[in-house]
């Protein structure tokens, strides 16, 4: 008993320290909170485009992971059956959802069409062959990659300086100046009977002040079918990126650390080659964690139970090749995974280990590790070095769409913008100069290439 009891003391003690170490590595509620708000103010300017993924929940800095963005289409609208058209303004293209597909998937079925139609909408209408016309998800998504193999002169003043990657699912992966970018381009939906549903079943978390701003923020349909169905070229997928973004953003400390560490883990144990798991299946791990238990369960002390917790629930999601998406339950996020009977083996077999092998798991992780190992003063260094430099680069982006007239040209002499330009070539001074006196010289310093490894 008397071990049990040491041994359980050990792993709180890990877990405070872990939580720490996390804190210092940019993970912490602070700068999460930060993010989240800054990105908001980002995407209040530009208008169009939505931040998603980890950079609207707050989980990374501006060059580390791809920057996912959500596109929806102005004047288009998809609608359950039974919405009253009467109350949609008729410039807005109406398409009814047909859900009598596999959960969380449908097919648009054109319902009114706008005054004045949209190119891409009209390019991408089908006959189903029964009379209904149709909106088809592959020919919506060929389009649009026809458009960026055109470089035409919209998606130029979209994205300048783009270069388009190898399409995948429904986005457009592409780099600019750079930096990876996922984008995909959707339909705003509404589907109020959906997120009734989810809104009214019984739950621990979120709030129910949370739970009425997720339902009022929506859904989108992006055009990805169902893998494995004879429809997927006219299926579209519902998604909820604004309002599950809401829910991490109200995960608790602990919670969203639970999060990032099932995500490294992800990425540099099981490694997958194609996909077959990704990071939303880390991130409804988490969101069934918070919603079935109290959240006074969640603190520093327990942070490694939870991730404990999550590493079985993902064996287990592997074990059964299933796992209920949170929003739409019904839905099985590992369906067509494309998870082999070899591949499913040697993961449950990993994990196995890993619950095994207690805390010491995490110095598999080389962030963890680097920071158990390293210096507390150099570290402790660098982490401030790179938070400064990653606000200051936040902010610059900001300024920049401040400072752009109505034809989007920036005005770089403004003076809040030499002030961050200025701060930023002092950091970047700071950093070189040691490496300039160890003799690394100067020609083989890239100033650019410095910034995205400090915020890397």
């Not at 003076?415 to 330009?421: E, F, K, T, V, W």
Request: charged content about 25%; hydrophobic content about 40%.
């Amino acid at each position: 008993m008397l071990i049990v009891v040491h041994f359980r003391n050990y792993v709180e003690s890990v877990s405070v320290e872990i939580c720490t170490i996390m804190t210092r590595l940019g993970y912490g509620e602070e700068i999460r909170r930060w993010r989240v708000e800054k990105y908001r103010e980002l995407d209040r300017l530009q208008d169009l485009p939505i931040t998603a993924g980890s950079k609207a929940e707050g989980l990374t800095c501006r060059f580390e992971s791809d920057y996912d963005i959500l596109y929806p289409l102005r004047n288009v609208l998809s609608v359950e059956t039974g919405i009253n058209l009467h109350t949609i303004p008729g410039h807005i293209d109406v398409f009814r959802m047909d859900t009598r597909v596999y959960p969380g998937h449908c097919r648009l079925l054109q319902e009114r069409p706008a005054h004045e139609r949209l190119v891409i909408i009209e390019n991408s209408l089908s006959d189903n062959g029964y009379g209904d016309v149709l909106l088809s998800s592959s020919l919506f998504v060929d389009f649009l990659a026809g458009l960026f193999d055109l470089g035409t002169s919209a998606l130029e003043l979209l994205s300048p300086r783009l270069v388009r990657h190898e399409r995948a699912g429904p986005s457009i992966p592409s780099t600019v100046d750079g930096i990876p970018m996922d984008m995909v381009f959707s339909i705003r939906c509404h589907c109020p009977s959906i997120l009734n549903r989810w809104a009214t079943r019984p739950r621990h978390w979120p709030s129910p002040v949370v739970v009425k701003k997720v339902v009022s923020l929506g859904a989108y349909v992006t055009p990805v079918g169902c893998k494995g169905s004879e429809n997927k070229n006219s299926e579209w997928r519902m998604c909820f990126n604004t309002g599950e973004t809401e829910l991490v953003n109200n995960l608790s400390d602990t919670q969203v650390k639970v999060y990032v560490l099932l995500k490294m883990i992800l990425k540099h144990v099981l490694m997958p080659c194609k996909k077959e798991i990704t990071s939303y299946v880390m991130k409804n791990i988490v969101l069934w964690q918070a919603e079935s238990n109290p959240q006074n369960r969640f603190n520093a002390r327990s942070l490694f139970h939870w991730l404990h917790d999550g590493l079985r629930e993902l064996r287990s999601a592997i074990a059964n090749k299933n796992l209920s998406y949170f929003m739409i339950p019904e839905r099985n996020l590992m369906e067509g995974s494309g998870l082999d009977d070899k591949q499913q083996s040697k993961w449950v077999a990993d994990i196995t280990d890993m619950m095994v092998e207690g805390p010491k798991v995490l110095l598999r992780l080389p962030k963890i590790r680097q920071a158990v190992v390293a210096s507390p003063e150099p570290m402790l260094w660098f982490m401030t070095i790179r938070m400064e430099v990653e606000m200051l680069w936040v902010m610059y982006m900001i300024r920049c769409e401040k400072c752009k007239d109505e034809n989007g040209v920036v005005d770089y002499s403004n003076a809040r913008l030499q002030q961050i330009l200025f701060r930023l070539s002092e950091i970047l001074t700071e950093v070189i100069f040691p490496m300039f006196v160890e003799g690394c010289p100067l020609d083989k310093l890239n100033l650019w290439d410095m910034l995205r490894a400090i915020l890397g």
